[in-house]
């Protein structure tokens, strides 16, 4: 059974940091993984998604990098806003029974101060 | 394309009231999926329907049920609301194309069950 780890839980920084976003995953037999913000009360945000095959994927001051065998991927936030402040949720994708379905991190929870 | 859409919004119901949770997409997708995200729990999968006439159960059906008769809706039942059912509900739709597989989610139905 896939089990996802997000680390850290939550993150506060000062406006203009670059920053990483931790997520690892046990089953590395995945096809893709996404990265998803959520912000409070709503719901969720497709940012980036990373297909088995591709080491990186970027989005503007996004930028997603997977290592599929050792079960870990990063999401690289840079010169952060306050505007970024939100949960940040990863989930890879295992095709199979249950194809469509992801499983999520806990997420990490970002402050940007201004 | 409106997305997916979730109705309603918010929802207060009493323990042992039933009541039904609404999901559509308009992007023709083949798979949908209910979720709950709990605090300290993170999104966990309660259903979910690879297409038209097929679903099965997620990691948390108890308490639920749900049927797929078109490729647009894909509606939540909470046969008999129990407090534990407390707890902000998500519905997504997805389609893969290869190794992709993308996900898109509702806005939410938070439902407190008092």
């Known amino acids: 059974k896939q089990e996802v780890t997000q680390i850290p839980a939550a993150l506060s920084v000062p406006e203009g940091e670059n920053l990483v976003l931790n997520c690892s995953f046990t089953?590395?037999?995945?096809?893709?993984l996404q990265w998803f913000r959520q912000d409070p009360g709503k719901g969720l945000t497709s940012l980036l998604l990373?297909?088995?095959?591709?080491r990186e994927q970027t989005s503007g001051r996004l930028n997603a990098s997977l290592d599929k065998s050792s079960g870990r991927s990063t999401l690289y936030i840079a010169a952060s806003q306050p505007g970024d402040s939100a949960t940040y949720l990863c989930?890879?994708?295992?095709?199979?029974?249950?194809?469509?379905?992801?499983?999520f991190g806990k997420g990490t929870k970002l402050s940007v101060k201004p | 394309n409106a997305g997916v859409t979730q109705t309603p919004k918010f929802q207060v119901l009493k323990t042992g009231q039933s009541m039904t949770l609404q999901c559509a997409q308009d992007m023709n997708h083949e798979y949908m999926s209910w979720y709950r995200q709990d605090p300290g729990m993170g999104l966990r999968l309660i259903h979910y329907s690879v297409g038209a006439g097929i679903t099965d159960q997620g990691e948390v059906p108890n308490g639920y049920n749900v049927s797929r008769s078109t490729t647009e809706d894909f509606p939540l039942r909470l046969l008999s609301a129990a407090p534990s059912q407390t707890s902000v509900y998500f519905c997504a739709s997805s389609y893969s194309t290869g190794s992709k597989n993308i996900q898109y989610f509702g806005a939410g139905t938070r439902l407190s069950v008092l």
């Open positions: 989930a890879p994708w295992n095709y199979g029974g249950s194809q469509g379905n992801l499983i």
């Open positions: 990373i297909q088995s095959s591709q």
């Open positions: 089953d590395s037999a995945i096809y893709n």
